[in-house]
Nanobody
Framework: QVQLVESGGGLVQPGGSLRLSCAAS????????MGWYRQAPGKQRELVAA???????NYADSVKGRFTISRDNAKNTVYLQMNSLKPEDTAVYYC???????????????WGQGTQVTVSL
């Protein structure tokens, strides 16, 4: 099957930067849209940014101009560069990917295990 492994979370001061990475591994036929969601305590999970296999992107209004999503299709990896971080960016960040595993040849929706991002003094 397909697994998404995230890295790069942590504690950072307001105004600081972090870079999240998410690599898809396993018996993959193809990966299509990839993205990042986040969930703060007591809130619903929300889309942060997404990127299609061709490179088109979309962002939540709250992160436009501060976050940049990118991907390396050869490595089945998606990145989220987060700059000018604010306390309200504190959340668990989840990687998401739509892919086709070799075993089923059907489009599946995958989630990473989540990585904590905390923005605080």
């Amino acid at each position: 099957q397909v697994q998404l492994v995230e890295s790069g979370g942590g504690l950072v001061q307001p105004g600081g930067s972090l870079r999240l990475s998410c690599a898809a591994s396993g018996s993959i036929f193809s990966i299509y849209n990839m993205g990042w969601y986040r969930q703060a305590p007591g809130k619903q999970r929300e889309l942060v940014a997404a990127i299609a296999s061709g490179g088109s992107t979309n962002y939540a209004d709250s992160v436009k101009g501060r976050f940049t999503i990118s991907r390396d299709n050869a490595k089945n990896t998606v990145y989220l560069q987060m700059n000018s971080l604010k306390p309200e960016d504190t959340a668990v960040y989840y990687c998401n990917a739509h892919g086709v595993p070799i075993a089923t040849k059907t489009l599946e929706n995958y989630w990473g295990q989540g990585t904590q991002v905390t923005v605080s003094l």
